[in-house]
Nanobody, 122 residues
Framework: QVQLVESGGGLVQAGGSLRLSCAAS????????MGWFRQAAGKEREFVVA????????YLADSVKGRFTISRDNTKNTVYLQMNSLKPEDTAVYYC???????????????WGQGTQVTVSS
């Protein structure tokens, strides 16, 4: 079992930055691939970024390439999402998730956090 808790969301102006954190419980965190998804109001949840347990594989949605970066610290059981050059269309609830393999598919994730709201004002 892995429990995930996101933090770091908030309100930011367009062009600004935020860093989200996802703290995981469980001694097997380092064996899981970690991903971030987001869901805007009235829309389906969509993939943002994922990284393998070793960090050697990273998937990134086209909409955030060059702006968002995922990193993980297995010693702290934490994964981060650094978001730069934020746009109003990045406004959403952001979720972290854990999977046995790195994937862009929502169904491939076994554990989910409760989400954290990110709002980007224009």
């Amino acid at each position: 079992q892995v429990q995930l808790v996101e933090s770091g969301g908030g309100l930011v102006q367009a062009g600004g930055s935020l860093r989200l954190s996802c703290a995981a419980s469980g001694r097997t965190f380092s064996s899981y691939a970690m991903g971030w998804f987001r869901q805007a109001a009235g829309k389906e949840r969509e993939f943002v970024v994922a990284k393998s347990w070793s960090g050697g594989i990273t998937y990134l949605a086209d909409s955030v390439k060059g702006r968002f970066t995922i990193s993980r610290d297995n010693t702290k059981n934490t994964v981060y999402l650094q978001m730069n050059s934020l746009k109003p269309e990045d406004t959403a609830v952001y979720y972290c998730a854990a999977s046995n393999i790195p994937t862009m598919k929502e169904g491939g994730y076994d554990y989910w956090g409760q989400g954290t709201q990110v709002t980007v004002s224009s």
